[in-house]
Structure formats: C-alpha cells, structure tokens
C-alpha cells in the first residue's frame, strides 16, 4: 500500500485544490483521505456522499456529582482554567486535566468523554473518501487525522486501492504529523514569496526529521520568478526534487466556484502542469494512471 501526502507550510497555497485534481485524474484508483480536519474543504469539490459517521471522542470533560458535592469550593480553587463557579463547571472552558478531580474531598468529579467531532467514511465520483470535521474550539486534532488515515486504510484494503491519497494539514503541528508520519511522499505545495520559502524549509526540516520522501510544487510560480528561481536553488542546494511548477491562470478560480477540479473545467497550461507532476510522483510507485 503506497501513500502519498500533499502537504503546505500554510493554508491557502492551492493544496486542496490540487489533492482534487489528483483524484480527478487517478479516476477512482485510489482511495483518498482529507487530514485538514481542523478547516476541512475536500468535500466542497468532491460532494462525497456519506456512507458511515462515527463519533469522536478526542477529549475529556469534569462533570460534579450534584448529590456527592458539598459545594466546600477546593475544586474552584485548584482550577486554574477559571471554569468552575457555584459548584458548577462550564464545559467550553474546562480543558479537561482532572486537578479538580484529584482534590475533590468527597470524589464527587469525574471526567467524562466528550463529543470533539465525527469520522466519516464517503463515495465520490472519484473514488472512497475518509474525511472528519472536528468542533469549534476542540483539540486532539491528531488524533482525529489517526483515525481519517486508519479509515482510509481499511477503505483501500476493502476496495483494493493501491494508493491513498491524503490532503494533509497545512502547517507543522500535530496535524501535521499525524498526516505526514508513514507515507511514502509527501509533495510539498509552496508559492514564490518569501514567506512561502520560509514555511517550505520547515515542512522540509520536518520530512526530513521523519525520514519521509519529499518532493516540491511550487504553485503560481509565474507571479514572481526571482522567488521561483530562489526556491529552485534553495530546494537543489538541500538535494530536494521539484516535481513541478503550475502557472497562474484564473480558470482555477473559475473551476472552484463551479464545484469541479481543475482537470474537469478546461484544458489549460494549469491542467497540464498538473497532469506532469502527477505523472512524475506516481511513476516511482508503478502507477500510471494518465496512460
């Protein structure tokens, strides 16, 4: 089972956009995964029809036993996240950590899990989608990107994919890692800015802390060559491929408020610069889907 991760220092480089593409182009080969589970928007392009949603339990809250509670204010003392008052506790502010739990004279707190989110498993017109959106405010990101990726394996394995596909978190956090660790590559998305450099080189520290594979697009490249140029050398100095450069064209934004892929809307130099980096990151793995 090969994976391969799209990945981005920050959001809004035309990640998603492209993971789209690639599942427009696999045509159903592949199963795919969307990992952005703090801001997800896969399923805006692809319409997934939901098959299965689980629940996730990603974190824990105190609750009081009214009938055990002496109200004597210990817990509220202890509580250092201010989210306990008159006995009683606000669960949007308590960060589950149980100090009010251990002091309780009278063991009257106990925490409880919550509901941080939900799992789901999808079709599409492309194929077998594994994606999840967690709460407002909620944490455990991670582990929810764990069992997106743990869905989409058995999906793969059920529907015998070869390939998964995932839209990973943009950034370097847990996230991040819980996309990243274990895949086969990950292709880097970056735009000719200084700070798209800067967040390319820590994704790269990052993949390369995780001895994982990785390779570089460099999107809009044409907006500012001396940028583009200075990726390029900076990406051939730390030995990194870069498996491509797509132009800016508008027919991108276009497409989006169509709801369709890049590939679907209109042949374009966009279209083929994407075609040629899928072909380049999938040749390595014995796919060639574009023949």
Known sequence: MKQIAILSG?????????VASFAALAAGDCAIA?????????????????????EFTGSKTAHIDTEKCTCCGVC?????FDAIENCEIDPFVCE??????YVCPEKAIQLEDTISGYAFISNTRFGPLSHAELKIAEEASGKLVTLVRNNALEIAEQEKKDLILIDGSPGIGCP??????????????TEPTQSGLHDL?????????????????INKHD?????????????????????????????????????KTVIEFKDSSVTEAIKQIWDQITKPFGHNFLS
């Open 176 to 189: 991040v890692i819980a996309s990243l660790t274990g895949v086969n590559l990950a292709l880097v998305i």
């Open 223 to 259: 907006i500012n060559t001396e940028m583009t140029e200075q990726i390029q050398s900076f990406c051939e100095a730390k030995g990194v491929d870069v498996a491509g450069r797509i132009p800016f064209d508008p027919i991108v934004t276009a497409a989006m408020v169509e709801g």
């Open 10 to 18: 920050k959001g809004g480089t035309g990640k998603t956009t492209l």
């Open 96 to 101: 589950g950590c149980g100090v009010c739990a």
């Open 201 to 217: 080189e820590r994704v790269l520290d990052l993949t390369e802390h995780f001895k994982v594979q990785a390779t570089v697009c």
């Open 76 to 80: 509220e003392d202890a509580c250092r």
């Open 34 to 54: 969307d990992c952005d589970v703090d801001a997800p928007d896969l399923h805006l392009i692809l319409k997934p029809e939901i098959k299965e949603r689980m």
